[in-house]
């Protein structure tokens, strides 16, 4: 069975400070993806990415998918408020109708 | 851009009610997805659908029904309603072959009292 494993599951921080959140697996996986679901409110898709060691920078966030294609990373550079949400990783889950994997997310709030 | 809306954010059900859930979305995507989201259990799989009058059971398919009648349309249906049914249930879609990216609703917040 794949799975998707978060960590840290809890993140709480001030604002201006760097993080780094983590998503590993022991399967390989095709491609990943990164959601961030603001409280009260859906996931909302911030990257995709498919190649192994692939680098993909939206503004403060980076994301970097690993050599084996095992696991991911997100890097954010001085947090704000506005990058309080629950950060979501998934994968395809390897049937052959688009269903994702998710894992349990993290939760980051920083703090003003 | 791509926009899922689903008909409540917010319902307020007693305890064998039948309660139906609406989601639309406007970018002719052939999968729609249904899921419950608890804490401490992450996103749980319901049902899918990969095409009009298709469906295929998720993870936890027990207790809920759906339709999808129209390509656009997909419904989720409690039968007889629990209150561990409580929940916050999200509907997702997606285009075949875009590495499975996934849009998402605004969610219903569900309680069943």
């Known amino acids: 069975t794949q799975l998707l494993e978060q960590s840290p599951q809890f993140l709480s921080i001030q604002e201006g400070e760097n993080l780094t959140v983590y998503c590993n697996s022991s399967?390989?996986?095709?491609?990943l993806q990164w959601y961030r679901q603001e409280p009260g409110e859906g996931p909302v898709l911030l990257v995709t990415v498919v190649t192994g060691g692939e680098v993909k920078k939206l503004k403060r966030l980076t994301f970097q998918f690993g050599d084996a294609r095992k696991d991911s990373s997100l890097h954010i550079t001085a947090a704000q408020p506005g990058d309080t949400g629950l950060y979501l990783c998934a994968g395809p889950s390897g049937g052959s109708q688009g269903n994702l994997i998710f894992g349990k997310g993290t939760k980051l709030s920083v703090k003003p | 851009d791509v926009k899922v809306t689903q008909s409540s954010r917010y319902l307020v059900k007693r305890t064998g009610e039948k309660v139906f859930l609406e989601c639309v979305q406007d970018m002719d995507h052939e999968n729609m997805f249904w899921y419950r989201q608890d804490p401490g259990l992450g996103l749980r799989l319901i049902y899918f659908?990969?095409?009009?009058?298709?469906?295929e059971k998720g993870d936890i398919p027990e207790g809920y029904s759906v339709s999808r009648e129209k390509k656009e349309r997909f419904s989720l249906i409690l039968e007889s309603a629990s209150t561990n049914q409580t929940s916050m249930y999200l509907c997702a879609s997606s285009l075949i072959g875009t590495d499975y990216e996934q849009y998402f609703g605004p969610g219903t917040r569900l309680t069943v009292t």
């Open positions: 659908s990969y095409d009009v009058k298709m469906k």
């Open positions: 399967s390989v996986f095709s491609s």
